[in-house]
Every structure is written in structure tokens, then in C-alpha cells.
């Protein structure tokens, strides 16, 4: 198994690592495959855009370089706009991710997807 | 980068000195052993002084040491090789739950093809019990097979007794001493056994060559059907010089079997009191002494293996992870999950397996950089003392399979 220079950029130096402050909308979500576990903080204003994200991981160098370019790539972004982020962003935004390994950016993925029901739920 | 080298139960580096017993063997005397000339015979001669060193190392007779293709091959020779020869008088086979590979998927193959297989359960140090032993012995039970001395965990098994109590009920005993040869002293004359596999690759000679021990009068099928070679029992013309480099490295390897063993178990010593004393929330895996002399296996809560062993691999460190991230297949290992680890704590396990060549500055190096790993990796992780893992995560991925 081979990871990317981009991958391993992304689980030795993670972006976005650690909770913040005055989130508001949080997503946790486990991987049915292997058991890892994922959790996205994400801090959204008034318009509905994404200020700020962050993330914890317990899981594989994939899942680290997951979460790491997940959050950076949604930082900016409209909650719509995020909605729409797929696993393949991610994995295409890490130069491709081994094929075992594929299952580690869905769980960033839906972890984004948790963490804006989360604050929508909180709202409404 | 100098590179630690920590995984010698995965494989070890090839001696020099076995290196240059082998090399003449692809040249000069590059001979097949069966023809009848003159080249023929002088490397069949080699062949029975490399028979005679693993013989030696095992305190076997030469005519009881057969060489095959692997450590792999020795036990599917061992398990379906006596179940074929001797079914009629029973199917069932007793192993436990925490073999390797070689042994776990020949007795699964065997349950396909209507045998029956008693998986003897494991204490929480890697031990079976021999109660369980003696209970799960049958009428029909025709072979016993447990291993010498685990891969993962390093738990060695107590086989002279077992060999006691197969023996006296006149059943066969095979063990797996791959990983025991070369660590802690085999000799199949004082252990019962009547079957017993090697490895060249674990005791640093080269991959691809292994051998079985059969005790003369063994009831056993070939495996392998064709020429006559390994006295009519094992056809294939013979790896001649990978025969010879493991017949150097297993005469090596019990010359210097003390001398070894105690460098190795000095330096386990000192990197499970250096990772236990300055890691909070850490658990050694195994046995506290029924262990092999350079196996060191850890938990850390909270963390992943895989992210241990990438961590560790930039600064030059090699290790191994029974983690389900690691494994391919995303299940955890059966050997973690079998001493009664749940799956979220068999997720941060690291295996690191001594070598002769290991020194202090290395366990050193390792000690003080694993704090550093292990603390970086925990405060990246969602779950801590406070916030524990959810089970449900896992039992959604155990049923996932
Ligand atoms: C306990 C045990 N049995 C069998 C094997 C298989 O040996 P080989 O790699 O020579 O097939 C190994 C090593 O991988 C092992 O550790
Ligand atoms: S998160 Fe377990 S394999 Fe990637």
C-alpha cells in the first residue's frame, strides 16, 4: 500500500487538528468497515457560511489526511455549497487514496454532512 | 536516515556468512541433486550436511527433516497431510484460536471437506489451558496442532506438557516453532512432538525456504506429488542453495541461542519498562514472562495503529500493528481479539520485535519518540477518558463482515 506525497503531508502535518471554540455545528460519525471513528466541528455564521472547521480523528493515516483536507477544502464554503462535498473531492484532492483506504474519506464526508444537520437541527 | 529496523517477526535480514554459504550454489555448484554425475552428487552431499544442521538445531535425526517452500507449506504438509492419511480412523482436529495464518486457513479448508475443528480458546496472556485441552481430546480426534510460540503477542505455549497429554492418549502433535527457533531452545526429542515447522526467513536466512520435522513412523500424506526427492516425501527439484544458506543460518542460530536470546530479551526489557513507564494508558499484550526474548506488544488507548506505524516510519523506526486499519482486510487481529481485547483497543496496537543486531541507542531512540507520537496522535483523537469509545461503532463494523 502506497500513500501520496499529499496524504502524507496531510497526516504529518494536519491542518485544522483540535476543537473549536463556539462551534456550532458538530458531527460525529464511526466507519462501519474498520470501526474508526471521526469527528468534525464546524463554526458557521449568520449567512450560512463556514467560517471556521476543525477535526479529531481516531483512526488511519487516510482518515487523518481525510479529515485534514476535508476541512480545509469546506473552510469558505456555504452550507449548501458543503452539502454538496463528496468523499471523491477529497480523494481526488489527495492525488487518489488506495482502494482499501477509499472507506476513510467517505467518513469525512458524512462527518461534514453530520456536523451541518447538526446545526441546522440546532436552529431550527 | 538511519533506519531501526524493529520487526524481526516479520523477517529478518540474511547473515552474511549465510549469504556466502548459499552464493556458490547458483554457480559452480549449481548441480541437481538427483542426476548421477559428478555435480549431481557433490551438492547432494551439501544438502545432507545442511540436513544435519537443522537436525542438529532441533536434536532430530537427519532422516527426520524434510525441507519445504516455507514456513507455510510445513504446516499445511503437517495438518493436511495427517488428516488425509488418517481419517478413517477419526476427523477431528484440535488447534487453538490464535495460530497463524498457515495453520488457522488449512483447519478451515479442512472443515469445508467434512472435518471437524476444536478452536481451543486463549487466557488474556496469549495461554491455553490444558484443561481445555483434555476435554476437547475425542475417539476421534487424530491430530493436535498448537503452536510453539506466537507471532503477534509472542505468548509461548507450554508444548512440552501438551506433548505430555497428546502422546499418552496416542495422538498426533504438530506445533509451528517458526517463530521459537532462533529464540527459545526446540528439541523435539525432550517436547512429545511428532511434527514441528521451521522457517529460514525468521532466523536470518533467506524467505522461501522452510522445513518440517516428521518423527520416524508418522503416518502422513504428500502434499507435494511428483519426483522422488526428500526420500519420495516432498517432490520438487531442491532449492539447493536456499537448503544450504538455512542449514548455516539454523547451525548460527543455535550456536549462539543464549548469547542472543539474553541481548534480546535485555533490550524487550528495557523498551516495555521505557513505553510503560513514560506512556499513560498503555497495556503490554502477552505474557509477562512466558514470552519470546525480542517481543514487544503494546495498546494504547485511544489511538490507531496505523497512524503509530506511518508516525514512526518518518524518523526511521519499523514497526507492526495488529490495528484493522493495517490488516488489509479491516478486521482487527484474531490474536488481540482473541485474548479478550475489544476491537477499539486492539485498534492502537503496536508490535516491535527485537533482533540480534538491535542496541540500547535504538531502544533509546524509539522510547523517546513514541512518547511524543503517542501524545501527538492522542490529541488528534475524538476519544479520550472522558469521552469513550462507542462500542456500537464496533459491533456495526464486527457485523459488517
Ligand atoms: C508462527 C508462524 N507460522 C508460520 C509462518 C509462515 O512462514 P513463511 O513465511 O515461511 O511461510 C510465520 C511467518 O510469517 C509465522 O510467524
Ligand atoms: S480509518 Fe480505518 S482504515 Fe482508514
Request: charged residues 25%.
Amino acid at each position: 500500500m502506497e500513500y501520496t506525497d499529499v496524504v502524507m503531508e496531510n497526516f504529518t502535518c494536519p491542518k485544522h487538528v483540535g476543537e473549536i471554540e463556539g462551534a456550532n455545528g458538530i458531527g460525529q460519525v464511526g466507519s462501519p468497515a474498520c470501526g474508526d471513528i471521526m469527528k468534525i466541528f464546524l463554526k458557521i455564521n449568520d449567512d450560512g457560511v463556514i467560517e471556521d472547521a476543525s477535526f479529531k480523528t481516531f483512526g488511519c493515516g487516510a482518515a487523518v489526511a481525510s479529515s485534514s483536507m476535508a476541512t480545509d477544502m469546506i473552510i469558505g464554503k456555504t452550507i449548501e455549497e458543503a452539502g454538496k462535498f463528496k468523499n471523491s473531492d477529497v480523494v481526488d484532492a489527495l492525488g487518489g487514496l488506495p482502494a482499501e483506504k477509499i472507506h476513510c474519506s467517505v467518513l469525512a464526508a458524512e462527518a461534514i454532512q453530520a456536523a451541518i444537520e447538526d446545526y441546522q437541527k440546532k436552529k431550527a | 536516515m538511519k533506519r531501526i529496523y524493529l520487526d524481526h517477526a516479520a523477517t529478518t535480514p540474511v547473515d552474511p556468512t549465510v549469504v556466502e554459504t548459499m552464493l556458490p550454489f547458483f554457480t559452480e555448484n549449481f548441480g541437481n541433486p538427483s542426476s548421477v554425475y559428478t555435480e549431481g552428487r557433490t551438492v547432494k552431499k551439501s544438502l545432507e550436511v545442511a540436513r544435519l544442521q537443522i537436525a542438529k538445531a532441533i536434536n532430530a535425526d537427519p532422516r527426520e527433516i524434510y525441507f519445504t517452500g516455507s514456513g507455510s507449506e510445513a504446516d499445511n504438509w503437517a495438518i493436511k497431510g495427517i488428516a488425509m492419511k488418517n481419517q478413517a480412523k477419526g476427523k477431528h482436529i484440535i488447534t487453538t484460536t490464535i495460530e497463524h495464518h498457515a495453520v488457522l486457513h488449512t483447519c478451515e479448508y479442512l472443515e469445508k471437506q467434512g472435518f471437524e475443528v476444536t478452536y481451543l480458546p486463549v487466557d488474556e496472556f496469549g495461554l491455553i489451558s490444558l484443561d481445555d485441552l483434555k476435554n476437547a481430546i475425542r475417539k476421534d480426534t487424530i491430530l493436535v496442532t498448537i503452536m510453539f510460540a506466537n507471532n503477534e503477542i509472542g505468548t509461548i505455549e507450554p508444548i512440552k506438557e501438551i506433548g505430555e497429554i497428546v502422546k499418552e492418549k496416542g495422538i498426533i502433535f504438530h506445533t509451528d516453532a517458526v517463530q521459537a527457533l532462533g529464540n527459545v531452545p526446540v528439541d523435539v526429542k525432550d517436547l512429545n512432538v511428532d511434527l514441528l515447522s521451521i522457517s529460514g526467513h525468521k532466523i536470518y536466512g533467506p524467505k522461501g525456504i522452510g522445513a518440517l520435522f516428521i518423527r520416524k513412523g508418522v503416518p502422513i500424506d504428500n502434499l507435494i506429488h511428483g519426483g522422488a526427492q526428500e526420500r519420495k516425501k516432498r517432490a520438487g527439484t531442491e532449492n539447493t542453495a536456499e537448503i544450504m544458506a538455512f542449514g548455516k543460518a539454523a547451525e548460527l542460530a543455535s550456536e549462539n541461542l543464549e548469547k542472543n536470546a539474553a541481548h534480546m530479551k535485555e533490550l524487550r526489557d528495557l523498551l516495555i519498562k521505557g513505553v510503560m513507564e513514560n506512556i499513560p494508558q498503555v497495556r503490554l499484550n502477552g505474557h509477562p514472562e512466558k514470552r519470546l526474548p525480542g517481543n514487544a506488544n503494546f495498546c494504547f488507548d485511544y489511538i490507531e495503529g496505523e497512524s503509530i506505524l506511518l508516525s514512526l516510519d518518518i524518523i526511521g523506526i519499523a514497526g507492526s500493528s495488529g490495528s484493522a486499519c493495517t490488516s488489509g482486510s479491516l478486521d482487527p487481529s484474531h490474536v488481540l481479539l482473541a485474548i479478550g481485547l475489544p476491537a477499539g483497543v486492539a485498534h492502537g496496537s503496536l508490535r516491535l520485535t527485537i533482533g540480534n543486531h538491535t542496541t540500547v541507542e535504538d531502544i533509546n531512540y524509539v522510547v523517546e519518540n513514541l512518547i511524543q507520537i503517542i501524545d501527538r496522535l492522542r490529541k488528534m483523537s475524538p476519544i479520550n477518558a472522558e469521552c469513550p469509545i462507542d462500542d456500537a461503532v464496533f459491533e456495526k463494523a464486527s457485523h459488517h463482515h
